[in-house]
């Protein structure tokens, strides 16, 4: 009798997991995370405050009440989520299609860039309201246009749509780097923020500025969720992300959908723009896009393309990097590399345990298998359970195109929407077929 | 199952609670609190200059780590107003290292008056006139002037000893040298120009040539390719010596590799750069933050343009490299003499022309305006008064023996 | 008694809560073909995925020649000389015959010397194999003949054929079935997985029948019999009959002339084709795969541009309208395609979404009119014309869609078709394959069509879910729609068609009365070898009572 070797690690999909199980598991991500992080920043800071100053700066990043009473952080808090949401909501509504649109930097900066135009060639010579109007109107459409262009070759000649958004980016970069040298060409490149056609506040101290962004954001994530469940646009737009040909099938002009879709999308990063330069800065940097753009991806896909949880998202992240810079403050690290490396480290493990979400690991140690074994005895297999890991595979390969499902149960690429790309059809441990 | 969540609710509730009102406590306590705001971090040389800078006061002065805050990656946007804030709400004085964040402390200046502002390289202190709001800078001008005297010290002893190419020497057959900048403006030109004159006080001084020289600029403070680009350009171009003002390595490392001798700013490049350092000019901030701190702890008044002088050691020099000439630390200090004693200046207008004159007046834009209107009448007695009228430089001619390759 | 050449012994797997097999034991006997016997979805391509390495069993345990073995990989698979041959080839089309058999192999080879090995081992069994030609020149029976050989080369003595027939025409599956004979002869074991019927009780020595996972039992193929066959399959005794009910024809409803339609790839998909379809009528579509019918219908659904020729619905052309127009003149279309999910289903959306695929655009506020008597003249009355107006304007511009109606008609489609689904909001790629096609196939004729095309409707069905679906065309067969069927099975086609035309790489072989014809007739005409058209006298596909006019030309 030969020696028997199997497979140390055998992976298999899970059939689905009660809510409230995942929620843990990824709150369980998020605290191991975050105790590493502590271990890490608490042994190798120059001013170390320990484990429990690590969670009180963590904190203060968002609930920090300074001398005079005043809670500016929760404010900026919520502004900052604002405008991550509504990045994020944007790009949403191109996801959704499966349209990949990475230039969410660039249309932002766009908007940007239209709003400090208004306001530095006719704030204080036209009235204000009307350039606010103004101002909003060219914010949107310069955002729009951004994001329209991309879309017409997409649509009329099938270009990588997520090559050419990300290029536009760059292009808006260096556009605004020309008019900030154009209009203030003595001096580092720098643009001082203009006090004409400054956007009404709300309200006094941090609250007043940051109430109207925050009031846009809520009505933004509002109409997009109707827009995208409950009307015919929305519709659309879902069945062309499922299924082109079907949708080409239903008689949709895909052509003109796309054309629409990333309008609105360019048109919501424009928004934003608006918000930024006209309520906020009141000036134009070509870093004034925060790489929004970027986060705002991951947003929606941990988000799950759902407005509800991407709100969640949004805040967590916000919190995470305000509360991880107030720490490197308070620990006296001047290095932000340190606050990245943590902050990756966090979205490691929270994309990681997503892992451990989808499938369940099983280990055949010491010969036995977490399965039952046969009934009947073994005659003198020796059952050599030392992790030869031979071919067998730790984790799922990526899977191939049209992944198929076993025929039984049809549980096909059996993903929770919106099926990303990365972890679908990891049913089998391994995908190799016979040559 | 309704159960778990609420118990999960509560908790989470709870932890929030319990650490906002925790954080919520800020212990009142006598010690001042400084606050600084950087715009990039200790991988910049420009800001960790600044941080060294203040934590080495800070020290001196007895404030310990819980009483210094610094914020990192502050850019020029609003971000720095909000931080400006956050830092008027927990210290009395608060100081920004960058042009652009100019504007964003000034409102918050004029917000919290019983908060000290301070800002290094900024212009608007001696026009805005808000009391708290205060700018420095140093007479830097000084320290490039030094720091071009050692360069022609070098360049001395390579003529001299015939080590020059014939490239080396341009039409005229004075020597030529590189400057690599950053943006075309006053605090850049004011740099060069004082290096220029440094250098060609010294060459004219022991030789019957002169220097010229040629500068680029890459539009960045810290763009390290492309002020490498620029350094090999200006090399090929001839030049037998390069200095920059710039934050990266890429010039240095350039002039090593071609074995070109290099003038540094900001920090000492011995280590990196052992065969070409010659020397470096920077500004020492303890002092100014010395007094910053001094003026907050007695309740003075704090300057509202502050400039360093070589003599409250502010603008300071660094180590003398292996590479320099023989003499050149004596000649330095020599110079240094001369300069302090004010027998020596180093905007001396006979010293320098302009389209082939000496100019007599010169109407310098001082005062921030929209339409950078010049406004004040600078040269008193035959010389250019740098950094007098604002701390920061205004010297913005463009004199002759400099060409610039690539003015915008 | 000799070693069984493979034994199971109470194997499982498991995927998730589903137990795709469960506590499966089997022997196959060496220099035996075994049959393994199941409906679509009892398990068998999972067990031989178990055998041939692609799977680990999560129970139980596999002897080969009776010794226990350890199958991880395809690798441990072939050093026990245990071959199989998928249903879906892996060939790399711009090598040779030989090439390809040899990949993978290992070790060096010259080409002659490859050549003439290949060239051996096809003779020895009876293939007709050409090593130096080219994949992409191959017909589809010839490439399968290249993967055996590429099993046998690495010398399997075990040789498991998944559905082999699945894509040959009668007379390639009787050259199979001789080859096959001839490896049995040199003392191969093979196990063929099949679920037709007949082919089993002819090839097989013995029938392994399989039922939803389980293993039913295994009887010599002497004894038993189609019937006794379908009861093990199935469960219960089933009618194996299909109907065939008589219906009055009506005038052609959709009648195409001189079709030319491209196909991605540039060539001619579809040349020259004339036929039509009568009210009442089924009309089969037979030919290998890839003769066209996925263009066939693309273009008649009006998803693809004809290049020229025409399409006629009652008499009207067509061509050049939109898919959207199409399908409200009462043209419907059920294309299973062979993901299954490619076309007419939305996989991520919901039944209920799925169901409002073609008539969303129409979908309002629900604003009902109010009933008003003509000859009223009342202020009331002119009130409520004026509402019902509005009304009427504001659902024709409503921008929202109305889940109601469309949950109201999925309900339905569940009930009546057997849908087996958590709810009508599942996903439809939850659904198990057979459900699919009944979503499909349910929402086309919800439009109430009166012409219905429909391709491989029954594809991967089980046995009860297939004949629903044929009772269900049956039935709109009663009310008069024309039905245009593209399958792939020739005994059903036979059995439910009224008629049968033939494609062969586009063009037209003929038309036949499926009553009249036979298959090995089929099966020549869809090899190309026997051409109806050309019979003299003979005009195929042009009706005699044509709705279109007389100044459309056509050759005797």
């Not at chain 1, 195109?401 to 089998?428: I, L, M, Y």
């Not at chain 3, 991967?460 to 729609?481: A, C, F, Q, V």
């Not at chain 3, 792939?488 to 062969?504: G, R």
Request: hydrophobic letters at 45%; a negative charge; one cysteine or more.
């Amino acid at each position: 009798m030969g020696r028997v070797r199997e497979p140390f690690i055998h992976i298999t999909r899970r059939e689905g997991m009660p809510l409230w199980k995942g929620l843990c598991i990824r709150v369980g991500a998020v605290a191991a995370a975050l105790l590493i992080a502590a271990l890490l920043l608490t042994l190798s800071a120059p001013n170390s405050k320990g484990f429990g100053g690590f969670f009180k700066s963590l904190f203060e990043g968002t609930f920090y009440v300074n001398r005079r009473g005043e809670m500016n952080n929760f404010w900026l808090t919520l502004q900052e989520t604002a405008l991550l949401l509504c990045v994020a909501i944007a790009l949403v509504v191109a996801f959704k299609m499966k349209f990949w649109n990475l230039g969410g930097n660039g249309q932002v900066l766009m908007g940007c860039l239209a709003c400090a135009a208004c306001m530095y060639y006719l704030g204080g010579e036209t009235e204000d309201p009307l350039v606010w109007l103004l101002m909003l109107v060219a914010s949107v459409a310069a955002g729009a246009v951004w994001a329209l262009i991309p879309a017409l070759f997409k649509a009329f000649f099938n270009t990588n749509e997520s090559l050419f958004t990300l290029m536009m980016n760059y292009v808006a970069f260096y556009l605004v780097v020309f008019f900030v040298a154009l209009w203030y060409p003595e001096g580092t490149g720098v643009m001082p923020p203009l006090s004409d056609a400054n956007l009404p506040t709300f309200g006094a101290g941090q609250m007043g500025k940051s109430l109207p962004v925050i009031l846009v954001a809520v009505l933004v994530t509002a109409a997009i969720f109707c827009y995208l469940r409950f009307s015919k646009h929305g519709y659309e737009i879902g069945l062309i992300g499922d299924s082109k040909n079907t949708a080409r099938y239903a008689g949709i002009n895909v052509k003109k959908v796309i054309i629409r879709t990333l309008v609105l999308s360019g048109a919501l990063c424009g928004l934003v723009g608006f918000l930024l330069v006209g309520s906020i800065n009141h000036m134009v940097s070509k870093t004034m896009d925060g790489n929004r753009g970027f986060t705002g991806i991951m947003v929606a896909w941990m988000g799950k393309f759902n407005p509800l949880i991407m709100t969640g998202v949004s805040l967590f992240i916000v919190f995470l990097t305000r509360g991880m810079a107030q720490v490197c403050s308070d620990f006296g690290i001047s290095n932000d590399a340190l606050s990245d490396v943590v902050i990756g480290l966090i979205y490691f493990f929270l994309i990681g345990c997503e892992f451990f979400i989808s499938y369940r690991v099983h280990f055949n140690v010491a010969g036995r298998r977490s399965r039952p074994a046969p009934e009947f005895a073994v005659e003198g297999a020796q059952k050599d359970g030392s992790s030869e890991a031979s071919d067998a595979s730790g984790a799922p390969e990526a899977p191939p195109e049209a992944s198929e499902a076993p025929e039984e149960t049809g549980a096909g690429r059996g993903e929770e929407a919106p099926a990303p790309p990365d972890a679908s059809g990891g049913a089998r441990q391994r995908q190799e077929e016979e040559t | 199952m309704k159960k778990k969540w609420m118990a999960m609710g509560l908790a989470a509730a709870m932890t929030v609670a319990g650490v906002a009102a925790l954080a919520g406590c800020t212990p009142a306590d006598d010690e001042i609190t400084v606050g600084f705001i950087a715009l990039h971090d200790d991988n910049s040389t420009y800001d960790k200059n600044f941080l060294d800078a203040i934590r080495e006061a800070c020290a001196n002065k007895g404030i310990d780590d819980d009483h210094l805050i610094i914020y990192t990656n502050v850019p020029e946007e609003n971000d720095c107003y909000d931080k400006a804030v956050d830092l008027a709400g927990r210290c009395d004085v608060v100081f920004a290292d960058s042009f652009g964040h100019e504007p964003f402390i000034l409102a918050a200046a004029k917000e919290f008056p019983e908060v000290q502002f301070c800002h290094a390289t900024g212009t608007m202190a001696h026009t805005e006139g808000v009391a708290n709001h205060h700018n420095a800078f140093a007479h830097i001008y000084e320290g490039r002037y030094l720091a071009g005297v050692a360069a022609g010290m070098k360049l001395v002893e390579m003529h001299e000893a015939g080590e020059l190419e014939a490239a080396n020497y341009d039409a005229d057959g004075n020597i030529k040298i590189g400057y690599v900048g950053a943006y075309p403006y006053a605090e850049v030109v004011s740099g060069y120009t004082s290096f220029f004159l440094g250098a060609q006080s010294v060459v004219e001084e022991e030789t019957d040539i002169s220097v010229s020289m040629e500068v680029t600029y890459t539009s960045s403070w810290f763009d390290e390719a492309a002020e490498r680009e620029s350094a090999n350009n200006l090399m090929s171009r001839g030049a037998a010596l390069i200095s920059q003002h710039a934050d990266s390595m890429g010039a240095p490392s350039a002039c090593e590799v071609k074995d070109v001798p290099n003038v540094s700013y900001n920090g000492s490049t011995a280590n990196a750069c052992p065969n070409t350092y010659i020397i470096s000019s920077r500004i020492n901030w303890v002092p100014y933050f010395e007094y910053m701190i001094d003026c907050v702890m007695n309740g003075e008044e704090i300057a509202a343009d502050w400039t360093g002088t070589l003599a409250n050691g502010a603008v300071a020099l660094t180590e003398v490299g292996a590479a320099a000439a023989e003499g050149t630390a004596e000649k330095i200090e020599e110079v240094k003499a001369q300069l302090m004693a004010g027998t020596l200046h180093v905007f001396d207008c006979s010293k320098f022309t302009v389209n082939g004159e000496h100019i007599t007046e010169y109407m310098a834009d001082v005062d921030t305006d929209e339409g950078y209107e010049k406004d004040t009448q600078v040269i008193e007695n035959g010389v250019f008064m740098e950094s007098k009228y604002r701390s920061a430089p205004y010297f913005d001619l463009r004199i002759d023996g400099i060409t610039e390759l690539n003015a915008d | 008694m000799a070693e069984p050449a493979l034994e199971l012994k109470h194997v499982s797997k498991y995927f998730g809560s589903v137990a795709a097999n469960k506590d499966i034991s089997l022997t196959l006997e060496k220099g035996e073909i075994l049959a393994l016997l199941g409906e679509n979805g009892s398990g068998k391509t999972t067990l031989m995925n178990m055998i041939s390495g692609i799977y680990y069993p999560d129970e139980g345990r596999i002897f080969v020649d009776g010794q226990e073995a350890v199958i991880s990989s395809p690798q441990d698979a072939f050093r026990l000389k245990i071959g199989m041959v998928h249903q879906h080839f892996k060939l790399i089309d711009i090598f040779t015959a030989a090439q390809n058999v040899v990949l993978g192999a290992g070790g060096r080879y010259g080409v002659r010397r490859i050549n003439e090995q290949v060239g051996s081992i096809a003779r020895k069994y009876g293939f007709e194999l050409d090593p130096q030609k080219k994949i992409y020149d191959m017909s589809v029976s010839e490439k399968q003949t290249v993967e055996i050989v590429k099993v046998l080369y690495r010398g399997a003595d075990i040789l498991i054929l998944d559905e082999p027939t699945a894509v040959l025409t009668p007379q390639e599956t009787e050259k199979l079935f001789s080859v096959m004979r001839a490896m049995k002869e040199d003392g191969k074991s093979i196990i063929i997985i099949t679920h037709k019927l007949h082919e089993v009780m002819e090839i097989s020595d013995r029938v392994a029948v399989l039922r939803k996972g389980e293993y039913i039992g295994c009887v010599p193929t002497a004894e038993a019999s189609e019937a006794s066959l379908t009861e093990m399959m199935v469960g219960q005794k089933v009618e194996l009959n299909i109907e065939r009910p008589q219906t009055e024809f009506d005038r052609p409803l959709l009648e195409i002339r001189d079709l030319c339609v491209r196909s991605d790839e540039g060539s001619r998909a579809i040349d020259g084709l004339s036929f039509f379809i009568r009210g009442g009528e089924i009309l089969g579509v037979a030919g290998v795969a890839g003769c066209g019918q996925r263009e066939l219908c693309e273009a008649i659904a009006g998803l693809r541009k004809v290049e020229s020729g025409g399409i006629y619905h009652e008499g009207e052309s067509i061509v050049g309208l939109s898919p959207r127009a199409i399908s409200e003149k009462g043209i419907a279309m059920s294309f299973i395609p062979e993901d299954r999910l490619g076309m007419g289903l939305a996989p991520s959306l919901s039944v209920t979404d799925n169901m409002m695929l073609k008539n969303y655009p129409t979908h309002g506020y629900g604003i009902e009119p109010v009933p008003v008597e003509p000859g009223d003249d009342s202020p009331r009355a002119k009130g409520l014309r004026i509402r019902n107006r509005l009304g009427a304007f504001l659902n024709r511009h409503c921008p929202f869609v109305d889940r109601r109606q469309a949950r109201r008609e999925a309900e339905q489609v569940i009930e009546e078709l057997g849908v087996v689904t958590p709810s009508a909001e599942t996903p439809v790629r939850r659904l198990s394959g057979g459900n699919v096609q009944k979503v499909l196939l349910g929402r086309e004729i919800l439009t109430d069509p009166n012409v219905l095309i429909t391709a491989y409707p029954v594809r991967g069905l089980d046995i009860n879910s297939s004949y629903l679906i044929y009772d269900i065309l049956n039935r709109r067969k009663r009310e008069g729609t024309g039905i245009l069927f593209i399958g792939e099975d020739l005994d059903v086609m036979l059995a439910l068609c009224d008629k049968i035309m033939v494609l062969c790489h586009g063009r037209l072989m003929g038309v036949v009365h499926a009553a009249k014809t036979s298959k090995e007739e089929l099966g020549l005409m869809m090899a190309g070898a026997l051409d109806l058209m050309e019979e003299k006298g003979k005009v195929m596909g042009v009706a005699k009572d044509s709705l279109i006019g007389e100044d459309e030309t056509w050759d005797a």
